[in-house]
């Protein structure tokens, strides 16, 4: 049994993320995404496809990333 570090529901079949050198335990993406997943800095949506980088700046898409001055990105 492990904890969700999100909800604190003891799951059996939780699991585990790691991201870069910080790790979290979920039992369910949910929660998972509500800890890790990055927000776009212009609509502050949650990033759970690839999103677009720019200049160290996250975007849900390049529409995002124009918006807020960042041009000529791919999404
Ligand atoms: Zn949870
Ligand atoms: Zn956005």
Not at 16 to 25: E, N, Y
Not at 35 to 48: L, N, Q, S
């Amino acid at each position: 049994m492990a904890r969700c570090d999100v909800c604190g529901n003891e799951y059996g079949k939780a699991f585990q993320v790691t991201q870069g050198s910080s790790k979290g335990t979920f039992d369910c993406f949910e929660c998972a995404i509500h800890a890790m997943a990055p927000t776009c800095e212009h609509c502050g949506c949650r990033v759970i496809g690839h999103g677009v980088e720019a200049r160290g700046r996250i975007f849900c898409c390049a529409h995002c990333a124009e918006e807020v001055g960042v041009h000529h990105v791919k999404a």
